[in-house]
């Protein structure tokens, strides 16, 4: 929302400075975007044009001979090449001098040389400054333009522009004169927005309306025949130009300037171009509409729309027909002022894909009760502005307003924002708002105004008080600590995300935050691409598909880094992936992603030579670490292979807890997935399935167990079993593990044979076993009998036999 400083002064009665302006419009809610203050127009100076010759070396441009006043060059004459027809001897105009912005060109104004002659500056057109398309000549002032002035003071354009921005609960903002209720309401100056007066008109309006669209709140029409239309006043302009409108002719621009200036959007046809009655309908298959922008429109079926006997004549709230729009030969104007139905209004916005200032404030919601006051501030601006007569008002479709009725307690405003702020004091903001307030005892029954529809309750109320004393006025408290109460802040599913990315951070992993999108043969390649999952309107062609996993996005980044020179990366994402449209289809996962030889150990060149690729155990290791930073303790994790299908199947395993819950997976990936990425390189990833971790058991103290240390010596015994090829080595270490449980502290594997010697499909495993005993030093026969031990569960387990 724009608008300039004298405009808002049109409305309030105030001699606070622009910035203080601005400063009260932020902490009022209505936020400053940006501030205009017409700083790069003050170095355009008039001038006079003293004398004019012919350039000696081009046949369009003349050398012209410029005084620019006593304050500029010590009063001397200054020297400008021109190439303007209208250029000659005694004109006045507008100089840029070197060092000035010309906004039109977009360049900065310097000495130069043109075809050898020296030019100390620029004589502007009007599209130069951006004040009009006019470009055919250079800008004309009248014989009395004091030479020397700022050319911004004399023409009245340096009146500051302010844009806010505007939350969607506020329509009442999209109008100066709402914002200026505002600033009024927070003591920053008196209202002064005059009334609209009542218009009667003569005689009946002799077009007939119809309404047959729900979407039709209300509709009021007139006709103002004999009007004289043509360019609009020079004031008008130079408003609608400073907040980036182009001015059409008086009747175009009047509706522009009631839309900003009141929030109330209106449309004019040409009578004289609309078949008979005016009928607000559906659109029919088929139809379609050109429009004020040019563009034809195709009208899905049920848009609503303003027709006559031939066919559309306007998208009902969004925007009129060229068919019918008024131009300089216009003389009988019907002028529309209507109400819409806001969802209606914004879903054909989007269908459609118009954006207009009419669209921006009905699908916001439109003051009902300013329907026919608007009607009639048109009317009179047509009147004084293009002349005309008249007709009586048709109204149709009217709908009572009923506003909601609050029972607001004074010391509500007190509880909820700690603010000291007097029952006087409330009613004053309250009312200066326009709110209807009947005190009663230690409340008020307060009355919202037709402006206001996001008024609903006394909550509502309360945040208008304090945004109008100011939130800056609230000293900040800290929360009270209540006895009894559980004082942890975070949920657990916070802590493990927190945990994770701590835990991935410190393992040399880089945070990265992706998409929650991705393409539709990304997400087919990692289990996804199911219809129920594919974007309606996706914001770009790739990013059509909700991710099935994180590892995707992660992949294409890593290649991403690899293109720009770092191809050692690893990259690691906490958030949700999704395989279903279901509740439990929506999943908290912790995935990472290892590129080149990123590994934990390190990247890059080396003292013993370049570092190894990255590879399965690099991704298990982050899997693992992973689990144990959320809680789940290592000696509880069961390894299976393979993992899913986008892993390569002899280089990936899975992480479970239990015969059925998956807590991770992680590996290597298909060579067949990486081609249908495009993806170049070694890559190693993993996915940690938060979710699926078992809460922790809750301790009854916080006291640590006293540790346990045993006095006597572990000792370590080898094993090489000889077992089937398909054996996995954590069947054989679970087993040994289970032998003898008092005396088997750990098993670890640490070496791997296969070879023709050991005959086909068979293989060697080589386990470390570590026996802590506890009660006394182990003897010849102890060490003997939990060898038996160890070798008969292995053999019951894997069908394996000591390596002879």
Same mark, same amino acid.
């Given at each position: 929302?724009?608008f300039?400083?004298?405009?808002?002064?049109?409305?309030l009665?105030?001699?606070?400075?622009l910035?203080?302006?601005?400063e009260?419009?932020?902490?009022?809610?209505?936020?400053?975007?940006?501030?205009?203050?017409?700083?790069?127009?003050?170095p355009?100076?008039?001038?006079?044009v003293?004398?004019?010759?012919?350039h000696?070396?081009?046949?369009?441009?003349?050398?012209?001979?410029?005084?620019?006043?006593?304050?500029?060059n010590?009063?001397?004459?200054?020297?400008?090449?021109?190439?303007a027809?209208?250029?000659?001897a005694?004109?006045?105009?507008?100089?840029g001098?070197?060092?000035?912005?010309?906004?039109?060109?977009?360049?900065?104004?310097?000495?130069?040389?043109?075809?050898?002659?020296e030019?100390?500056?620029m004589?502007?057109?009007?599209r130069?400054?951006?004040?009009?398309e006019?470009?055919?000549?250079?800008?004309?002032?009248?014989?009395?333009?004091?030479?020397?002035?700022a050319?911004?003071?004399?023409?009245?354009?340096?009146?500051p522009?302010?844009?806010i921005?505007?939350?969607?609960?506020?329509?009442?903002?999209?109008g100066?004169?709402?914002?200026?209720?505002?600033?009024?309401?927070?003591?920053?100056?008196?209202?002064?927005?005059?009334?609209?007066?009542?218009?009667?008109?003569?005689?009946?309006?002799?077009?007939?309306?119809?309404?047959?669209?729900?979407?039709?709140?209300?509709?009021?029409?007139?006709?103002?025949?004999?009007?004289t239309?043509?360019p609009?006043?020079?004031?008008?302009?130079k408003?609608?130009?400073?907040?980036?409108?182009?001015?059409?002719?008086?009747?175009?621009?009047?509706?522009?300037?009631?839309?900003?200036?009141?929030?109330?959007?209106?449309?004019v046809?040409?009578?004289k171009?609309?078949?008979?009655?005016?009928?607000?309908?559906?659109?029919?298959?088929?139809?379609?509409?050109l429009?004020?922008?040019g563009?034809?429109?195709?009208?899905?079926?049920g848009?609503?729309?303003?027709?006559?006997?031939?066919?559309?004549?306007?998208?009902?709230?969004?925007?009129?027909?060229?068919h019918?729009?008024?131009?300089?030969?216009?003389?009988?104007?019907?002028?529309?002022?209507?109400?819409?139905?806001?969802?209606?209004?914004?879903r054909t916005?989007?269908?459609?894909?118009?954006?207009?200032?009419?669209?921006?404030?009905?699908?916001?919601?439109?003051?009902?009760?300013?329907?026919?006051a608007?009607?009639d501030?048109?009317?009179?601006?047509?009147l004084?502005l293009?002349?005309?007569?008249p007709?009586?008002?048709?109204?149709e479709?009217?709908q009572?307003?009923?506003?909601?009725r609050i029972?607001?307690?004074?010391?509500?405003?007190?509880?909820?924002?700690?603010?000291?702020?007097?029952?006087?004091?409330?009613?004053?903001?309250?009312?200066?708002l326009?709110f209807?307030?009947e005190r009663?005892?230690?409340?008020a029954?307060?009355?919202?105004?037709?402006w206001?529809p996001?008024?609903e309750?006394?909550?509502?109320?309360?945040?208008?008080?304090?945004?109008l004393?100011?939130?800056?006025?609230?000293?900040?408290?800290p929360?009270p600590?209540?006895?009894?109460?559980?004082?942890?802040?975070?949920?657990?599913a916070?802590?493990r995300?927190?945990?994770?990315?701590?835990t991935?951070?410190?393992?040399?992993?880089?945070?990265?935050?992706t998409?929650?999108?991705?393409?539709?043969?990304?997400?087919?390649?990692?289990?996804?691409?199911?219809?129920?999952?594919?974007?309606?309107n996706?914001?770009?062609?790739?990013?059509?598909?909700?991710?099935?996993s994180?590892?995707?996005?992660l992949?294409?980044?890593?290649?991403?880094?690899a293109?720009?020179?770092f191809?050692?990366?690893?990259?690691?994402?906490v958030?949700?992936?999704?395989?279903?449209?279901e509740?439990d289809?929506?999943?908290?996962?912790?995935?990472?992603?290892?590129?080149?030889?990123?590994g934990?150990?390190?990247?890059?060149?080396?003292?013993?030579g370049?570092?190894?690729?990255?590879?399965?155990?690099?991704?298990?290791?982050?899997?693992?670490?992973?689990?144990?930073?959320?809680?789940?303790?290592?000696?509880?994790?069961?390894?299976?292979?393979?993992?899913?299908?986008?892993?390569?199947?002899?280089?990936?395993?899975?992480?479970?807890?239990?015969?059925?819950?998956?807590?991770?997976?992680f590996?290597?990936?298909?060579?067949?997935?990486?081609?249908?990425?495009? #993806?170049? $390189?070694?890559?190693?990833? @993993?996915?940690? %399935?938060?979710?699926? !971790?078992?809460?922790?058991? =809750? &301790?009854?103290?916080?006291?640590?167990?006293?540790?346990?240390?045993?006095?006597?010596?572990?000792?370590?015994?080898?094993?090489?079993?000889?077992?089937?090829?398909e054996?996995?080595a954590?069947?054989?270490?679970?087993?040994?593990?289970?032998?003898?449980?008092? #005396?088997? $502290?750990?098993?670890?594997v @640490?070496?791997? %044979?296969?070879?023709? !010697?050991?005959?086909?499909? =068979? &293989?060697?495993?080589?386990?470390?076993?570590t026996?802590?005993?506890?009660?006394?030093?182990?003897?010849?026969?102890?060490?003997?009998?939990?060898?038996?031990?160890?070798v008969?569960?292995?053999a019951?387990?894997?069908?394996?036999?000591?390596?002879?």
């Amino acid at each position: 929302m724009k608008f300039t400083l004298s405009w808002l002064k049109d409305h309030l009665d105030t001699d606070a400075t622009l910035e203080e302006i601005a400063e009260r419009l932020t902490s009022i809610g209505l936020e400053v975007e940006s501030l205009d203050t017409k700083a790069a127009l003050r170095p355009f100076t008039i001038a006079r044009v003293v004398d004019a010759k012919r350039h000696p070396d081009a046949d369009k441009l003349q050398v012209l001979t410029v005084d620019a006043g006593p304050g500029v060059n010590e009063g001397k004459p200054l020297q400008v090449v021109c190439g303007a027809p209208n250029a000659r001897a005694g004109l006045i105009g507008v100089l840029g001098l070197p060092g000035a912005y010309v906004p039109g060109l977009d360049v900065t104004l310097g000495v130069g040389k043109i075809r050898g002659v020296e030019s100390f500056g620029m004589m502007c057109s009007e599209r130069e400054l951006e004040l009009s398309e006019e470009h055919n000549g250079i800008i004309e002032l009248p014989e009395g333009a004091p030479v020397g002035t700022a050319f911004a003071d004399y023409a009245g354009i340096a009146d500051p522009v302010i844009e806010i921005n505007l939350t969607p609960n506020r329509p009442d903002a999209t109008g100066v004169a709402g914002i200026a209720r505002d600033l009024a309401a927070s003591g920053l100056g008196t209202l002064k927005t005059p009334t609209v007066a009542r218009i009667e008109g003569e005689g009946a309006c002799p077009v007939a309306l119809k309404i047959e669209s729900p979407v039709c709140r209300g509709f009021a029409l007139r006709l103002v025949s004999g009007v004289t239309n043509g360019p609009s006043p020079d004031w008008m302009q130079k408003r609608l130009r400073a907040i980036g409108l182009r001015p059409i002719n008086t009747l175009v621009d009047i509706t522009n300037y009631v839309t900003f200036d009141r929030g109330r959007p209106l449309h004019v046809f040409d009578a004289k171009k609309v078949a008979d009655a005016l009928t607000v309908r559906a659109a029919v298959e088929g139809e379609e509409i050109l429009g004020l922008d040019g563009r034809t429109h195709k009208l899905p079926a049920g848009t609503c729309i303003i027709a006559d006997d031939k066919g559309p004549e306007s998208i009902a709230g969004i925007m009129g027909g060229e068919h019918s729009g008024c131009d300089e030969t216009t003389t009988d104007v019907l002028l529309e002022s209507a109400l819409w139905e806001p969802l209606a209004i914004a879903r054909t916005g989007r269908t459609l894909g118009i954006i207009t200032d009419a669209r921006y404030r009905f699908e916001r919601g439109v003051d009902p009760a300013f329907t026919e006051a608007g009607l009639d501030l048109a009317t009179k601006m047509i009147l004084d502005l293009c002349g005309g007569t008249p007709s009586g008002r048709v109204v149709e479709a009217m709908q009572p307003v009923e506003m909601a009725r609050i029972a607001l307690p004074f010391t509500e405003v007190k509880r909820l924002t700690g603010l000291d702020v007097s029952p006087e004091r409330q009613v004053d903001i309250l009312e200066t708002l326009g709110f209807q307030v009947e005190r009663q005892g230690d409340g008020a029954e307060v009355t919202a105004p037709t402006w206001r529809p996001d008024i609903e309750g006394k909550a509502d109320l309360v945040e208008e008080v304090m945004r109008l004393v100011g939130v800056d006025h609230i000293e900040p408290q800290p929360l009270p600590r209540l006895s009894g109460v559980n004082t942890r802040i975070l949920t657990q599913a916070q802590l493990r995300d927190r945990a994770a990315r701590r835990t991935l951070a410190a393992r040399g992993l880089a945070e990265a935050v992706t998409y929650s999108f991705l393409s539709a043969p990304a997400a087919e390649a990692f289990g996804g691409g199911q219809p129920a999952l594919k974007l309606e309107n996706p914001i770009a062609a790739d990013l059509s598909d909700m991710r099935p996993s994180l590892l995707p996005n992660l992949l294409q980044a890593a290649q991403r880094n690899a293109q720009r020179g770092f191809a050692d990366t690893a990259l690691f994402e906490v958030g949700a992936i999704y395989r279903s449209v279901e509740p439990d289809g929506q999943r908290r996962v912790a995935g990472g992603v290892r590129r080149g030889t990123a590994g934990h150990a390190g990247a890059g060149r080396d003292w013993s030579g370049h570092a190894a690729p990255v590879g399965v155990f690099d991704a298990k290791a982050d899997a693992i670490a992973a689990l144990e930073a959320i809680g789940v303790p290592a000696d509880r994790l069961q390894f299976e292979t393979p993992a899913s299908a986008w892993y390569h199947p002899g280089r990936s395993g899975r992480i479970k807890m239990g015969p059925k819950t998956v807590l991770a997976e992680f590996g290597e990936f298909h060579p067949r997935v990486l081609k249908s990425l495009d #993806l170049a $390189g070694t890559y190693a990833g @993993f996915e940690v %399935f938060l979710d699926e !971790a078992p809460e922790p058991k =809750r &301790k009854a103290t916080r006291t640590k167990p006293v540790l346990q240390l045993s006095n006597f010596q572990p000792v370590r015994r080898d094993f090489a079993f000889v077992v089937p090829s398909e054996v996995e080595a954590i069947k054989l270490v679970r087993a040994a593990e289970g032998a003898d449980k008092k #005396l088997v $502290g750990e098993v670890r594997v @640490f070496d791997i %044979f296969e070879g023709a !010697a050991l005959g086909e499909g =068979r &293989k060697s495993i080589a386990i470390e076993v570590t026996l802590k005993p506890a009660e006394r030093t182990l003897t010849d026969e102890d060490l003997e009998a939990v060898s038996g031990k160890i070798v008969a569960a292995v053999a019951k387990a894997t069908g394996g036999t000591l390596r002879g």
